[in-house]
T-cell receptor, first 115, second 111 residues
């Protein structure tokens, strides 16, 4: 029973390039959440998606960041024209239901380094 | 929006002692309070959670208490072991599905 999968695990980009982070939720889970963790800090919510729908993007920067969760395939977090301040660990989590009190299961994270 | 404060930021205990980490939150509508353990370079893993209709929950050496009136909840680890050393995060979930996390407590258990 595979858990939440993320790839790549490590990603290095130069300033101005694009970063694409992928997340495959646990089997049977249709809700995906993306969080960002800066060094020595807690996780901060970015976006919550269902298949083909963005439910809550209140934590996403207005520019350069976008997310999708297509009908087929993984959820993708896309960062255009990366800057040094984007360097962080990006975690996705999944849950089976849209309901409060439901555990969110985290993936191993993608560690983005912007040179 | 929701604001979660977590204290202390670092905690060092001797093996066998107890450790207590406290969190306060601002939104009285919050109803789910999980605790996550994160080892260096690893994913956060749920260790215990509590819902708003319960005041206390225990799982072996780990317990969580919730005071909804005062809007705070605490993690208690008894008989600490070196493998308990990690960063612990509290989180709060309200009407939206997102989790709002505290800044973490780095726990060190000295043998």
């Amino acid at each position: 029973n595979a858990g939440v999968m993320q790839n790549p695990r490590h990603l290095v980009r130069r300033r101005g390039q694009e970063a694409r982070l992928r997340c495959s939720p646990m089997k049977g889970h249709s809700h995906v959440y993306w969080y960002r963790q800066l060094p020595e800090e807690g996780l901060k919510f970015m976006v919550y998606l269902q298949k083909e729908n963005i439910i809550d993007e209140s934590g996403m920067p207005k520019e350069r960041f976008s997310a999708e969760f297509p009908k087929e395939g993984p959820s993708i977090l896309r960062i255009q024209q990366v800057v040094r301040g984007d360097s962080a660990a990006y975690f996705c989590a999944s849950s089976p239901l849209r309901r409060s009190y439901t555990e969110q299961f985290f993936g191993p994270g993608t560690r983005l380094t912007v040179l | 929006g929701e604001n979660v404060e977590q204290h202390p930021s670092t905690l060092s205990v001797q093996e066998g002692d107890s450790a207590v980490i406290k969190c306060t939150y601002s939104d009285s509508a919050s109803n789910y309070f999980p605790w996550y353990k994160q080892e260096l370079g690893k994913r956060p893993q749920l260790i215990i959670d509590i819902r708003s209709n319960v005041g206390e929950k225990k799982d072996q050496r780990i317990a969580v208490t919730l005071n909804k009136t005062a809007k705070h909840f605490s993690l208690h680890i008894t008989e600490t072991q070196p493998e308990d050393s990690a960063v612990y995060f509290c989180a709060v979930q309200g009407g939206s599905e997102k989790l709002v996390f505290g800044k973490g407590t780095k726990l060190t258990v000295n043998p």
